[in-house]
């Protein structure tokens, strides 16, 4: 099973897409609550809870 620090390239590309649509920060988390992808303000704090 993949986890999301597997997949972050792609991850991070949705959070991307999802802010060019609906014109939101984005952050995702893994079941850790580690950030693994994010937009705008969070994205300095990728890799951290």
């Known amino acids: 099973m993949k986890n999301l620090k597997d997949i972050k ?8 897409i999802i ?3 609906i014109g939101v920060d984005v952050t995702i988390v893994d079941s850790n609550n580690i950030r693994v ?3 705008g303000m969070y994205k300095n704090l990728i890799g951290k809870r």
Do not use: F, G, R
Request: glycine content about 0%; charged content about 20%; proline content about 0%.
């Open 9 to 16: 390239d792609y991850a991070q590309n949705i959070a991307d």
């Open 37 to 39: 992808a994010a937009t």
């Open 19 to 21: 802010k060019s649509v």
